[in-house]
């Protein structure tokens, strides 16, 4: 398993990079290969200053060998080793009417002394992070979220919708980060859900993520914009940087168990404002992206009747 889903995200990987330099038109990605000192490494491939998007990573890694301290505690074993892949990506449009968008699928497994696994699981999800809201987008991404579930069992969405609007939560400021999108985790075998079809399923998500987010890319890069809506947008980006570095477990994780640095925070913005007790004028659309991320909807209910 471990082989296969490196594969498969080496070409996930190409597919998701493909297609954003085609949306973009200009620039391309730029590839990093990295090793581990410890075990395995990755290939890092970041866009920048292109004509669509100002910043954004599409990153895998592969890594393995003895299981770090702040691991072991995290947890709860002692002395083992791990194998860990996955594709992480974050991308940081210019027009503020183009929501970031992150995504993460990834595999683990542990073994004990004698190299037998332990335990394994797959994790992952993909949320959208809009700055101006536009129903039909976020309808748009949680159609093919819930479609890319449906396939596998009809909870799936429900559950792992909630989770992402549970994980994806600025508590310290009683918001959402964005309007969500799938959140999963610890997705272990089971009597009734094998590793292999944990596989279909996660794979399956990932296969979506190029129709979830990129038609949403098209429809809103070339729309008009003021500089005071990308005022808004560096505002709102900071909030994005308060959730990663305050609340994110992976970039938690990685920071404390010496990852490589420029992979873990290159899901930050270039560009982002503070401003003191910042708040948007009553009514406005500044302020109604505010109100859905302080209220999460069910934009699952939203979807037309005829469209699946």
């Given amino acids: 398993m471990r082989t296969k889903f490196h594969e498969y995200i080496q070409s996930l990987q190409d597919q998701i990079t493909a297609a ?10 730029k590839e990093d290969h990295w090793e581990r000192p410890g075990g395995g490494g990755g290939r890092t491939r970041v866009i920048e200053n292109g004509a669509v998007f100002e910043k954004g990573g599409v990153n895998i890694s592969a890594v393995h060998g003895e299981l770090p301290a702040a691991m072991q505690d995290y947890f709860k ?18 027009n503020p009417m183009v929501p970031t968008v992150h995504a993460n699928w990834r595999y683990f497994e542990l073994y004990d002394k004698q190299g037998n696994v332990v335990t394994q699981w797959f994790g992952g999800g993909q949320d959208l992070t809009p700055y101006y809201l536009f129903e039909q987008d976020a309808i ?30 600025n508590a310290h400021r009683n918001e959402a980060r964005g309007v969500g999108g799938l959140f999963f985790d610890y997705c272990k075998p089971t009597a009734d859900f094998s590793l292999e079809q944990w596989y279909d399923f996660v794979t399956e998500v990932g296969n979506s993520f190029v129709e979830a987010y990129v038609p949403i890319v098209e429809r809103r890069k070339n729309l008009d914009y003021t500089q005071a809506q990308r005022d808004w947008q560096e505002v709102r980006r900071g909030r994005y ?11 938690l994780f990685g ?16 560009h982002v404002q503070w401003h003191y007790n910042h708040q948007p004028q009553p009514g406005s659309p500044e302020a109604a992206l505010v109100d859905v991320l302080q209220n999460p909807k069910d934009w699952a209910a939203m979807i037309p009747a005829n469209s699946q």
């Fill in 20 to 29: 954003l330099e085609a949306v973009d038109g200009q620039a391309k990605f």
């Fill in 77 to 94: 074993v002692k002395e083992a080793d791990f194998f860990a892949c996955g594709l992480s990506l974050v991308i940081h449009p210019k």
């Fill in 140 to 169: 748009h991404f949680h159609e093919v979220c819930k479609t890319a579930c449906d396939k596998h069992h009809p909870e799936f969405y429900t559950k792992y919708k909630a989770k992402c609007d549970d994980y994806f939560w």
């Fill in 241 to 251: 940087v308060e959730f990663n570095l305050i609340h994110d477990k992976g970039t």
């Fill in 255 to 270: 920071l404390k168990t010496n990852g490589r640095i420029e992979s873990i925070l290159m899901s930050l913005p270039p």
